[in-house]
């Protein structure tokens, strides 16, 4: 896959490289009041307002349509590129015609590749930027094929937005970040920018500080977050937008970390600390291969006295007293019974292994 650098269609006009604007155009005044705002305040690369909004219920503000886009222009006027959401052929059509700098795929086209695709073929020779979001739910497959598809037709500056993905119950965030997401993204395509929406993850304008600021110190490359001139009056998503004013206070709260460590002392520090991690995690390895060769034994003994392998009480016992030693040690007991639970399943897998090896070599 081709993928042009960031820099090449966006200019990086500060530190983090910032994506604003409104969850929704609305009137004229209220994108050009915001635009114009966002300018004093911020250092924006990027102009953000959804003209065709998509809602969960019918009946709540669905976007201006196409006059919106009449209204991105005048932003354009003030030296700002724009960006805005495309859900259908209709709308990519549209966004071209009136020549939106960036476009967008929304979390709820994503799902769709039925949806991706119809855009794909609109944007076929066409040299336009493309933002993917993640798709509602947490499948990173889904994720890549729509940027495949997107790449497919020959866009090659292409980002993805990391926005959550939702999970059913309350929850302190609206979409749930699973960082491990995004991660493993920028380990099979390492060269795709991710870009973080910490307003659609958090939901809430209170919780934005601390989502963004760990989306810089995994090294995503940027910000999109939602502004509103009022955010008390906004039509769609009034609780995490912030006035453009709130949301400069945030960004100079914003530590920025660097990715690499050109200073040689800090450098020496970070190898030694790297070859400590090395050497305990070759210890772990080796206690690992430890506990299967043990675990293969057990299997044997268990087939040659006809004993289950699963025992009930033996794996609650393991849980327990794993929780309290994590406990004792300091150490977070999810995190402790995740790797339990981890071990346990790789053990059955092991035990049962033995056993059929057993039968085979009687057949
Ligand atoms: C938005 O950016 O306003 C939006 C609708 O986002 P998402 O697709 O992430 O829900
Ligand atoms: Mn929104």
Redesign the pocket.
């Known amino acids: 896959m081709t993928i042009a650098a960031l820099a090449d269609w966006l200019p990086l006009k500060g530190q983090p490289l910032l994506i604003s604007g409104p ?1 929704g155009a609305e009137t004229p005044d209220q994108v050009l009041e915001t635009a114009r705002l966002l300018q004093t305040h911020t250092s924006i690369s990027l102009f953000r307002a ?1 003209i065709w ?2 809602r969960t219920r019918p009946n709540a503000f669905e976007g201006v349509g196409e006059i919106g886009l009449h209204w991105l222009k005048e932003v354009q006027a003030l030296g700002l590129k724009t960006t805005t ?1 495309v859900a259908n052929a209709q709308h990519t059509e549209l966004a071209l015609k009136h020549g939106v700098d960036v476009l967008w795929i ?3 086209t994503t799902v769709n590749p039925f949806s991706v695709q119809e855009i794909a073929d609109v944007l076929k020779g066409v040299d336009i930027p493309v933002m993917i ?1 993640n798709p509602i739910h947490a499948d990173l497959q889904l994720w890549l094929g729509a940027i495949e598809r997107v790449a497919n037709s020959g866009i090659t500056k292409l980002a993805a937005i990391h ?1 959550g993905f939702h999970v059913y119950g309350k929850t302190k965030y609206r979409n749930k970040p699973f960082w491990q997401l995004p991660i493993e993204l920028r380990t099979i395509l390492p060269h795709l920018p991710i870009i973080c ?1 910490p307003s ?1 993850i958090t939901g809430k304008r209170e919780l934005i500080l601390p989502v963004a600021q760990k989306a810089l110190d995994l090294g995503m490359d940027g910000l999109m977050i ?1 502004s509103h001139l009022d955010p008390s009056v906004a039509l769609s ?1 009034a609780q995490q937008q912030l006035t453009p004013f709130d949301l400069s206070t945030l960004l100079k709260q914003l530590v920025i970390r660097s990715g690499s460590v050109a200073n040689p002392f800090l450098m020496d520090k970070l190898m030694t600390l790297r070859n400590n991690i090395d050497e305990i995690d070759e210890e772990v390895l080796n206690l690992l291969k430890r506990r299967v060769q043990v675990i293969e034994e057990m299997g044997v003994y268990k087939k040659e006295h006809g004993i289950q392998i699963f025992q009930l009480e033996r794996w609650q016992e393991i849980l327990r007293t794993r929780s309290q030693l994590a406990e004792k040690l300091g150490l977070s007991r999810q995190h402790v019974e995740k790797l339990c639970q981890l071990l346990h399943e790789e053990s059955i897998k092991i035990q049962n292994e033995v056993m059929n090896r057993k039968l085979e070599e009687r057949a």
């Open positions: 969850c959804g909004k998509p959401e929304g979390a709820r979001k926005r929406d659609h939602e998503d």
